[in-house]
């Protein structure tokens, strides 16, 4: 785990990730976390909800998250805790090395599914990515595809007035 110190040349979408306890002083039962991201370059911070620690939630709000930021997500430094560490999040971090050559396939080509799309980056890169991922995978593109969508609905309304 890194600190704010320990970034060399920071850039917009290193982020660290923090999950606070809204316990009060008993860590006894349960209660709401927010998972916070905050970019190390701008200090940009992202907050959002979660009903309990648990990787499917922390991916889910990654993803949300990342539709309101002005960057993209570049690397994300987290503490050791069960919610980071865990296959769920470690099966979703792996496309961010990929994501921005992977993205551009929809673009050319629109009708193609996730499957697809995950079939042809492991014809790519044979051995890296599994069918395991495809759930993740298909959320990752599915995301995308929503923040694409927003933008041309905005832009066109912007357009219009």
Known sequence: MRTFADWESPLPGDMEADLVSHGGESAAGSFVHTLTLTDVASG???????????GALVVAALEQMRTRMPFPLRGLDTDNGGEFMNET?????????????????????????????????QGEQAGVFHDGQLRTFQRRVREWRKAAARRLVFASSQSAA
């Not at 911070?45 to 979660?50: I, K, N, Q, R, Y």
């Not at 921005?100 to 009708?111: C, L, N, S, Y």
């Open 89 to 121: 999040v470690a099966a979703y971090c792996p496309f961010e090395t990929v994501w921005p050559r992977v993205r551009t396939w929809p673009e050319a080509e629109p009708d193609r599914i996730g499957r697809g799309l995950l079939e042809r980056l």
């Open 44 to 54: 940009w911070t992202e907050c959002v909800a979660l009903s309990f620690r648990d």
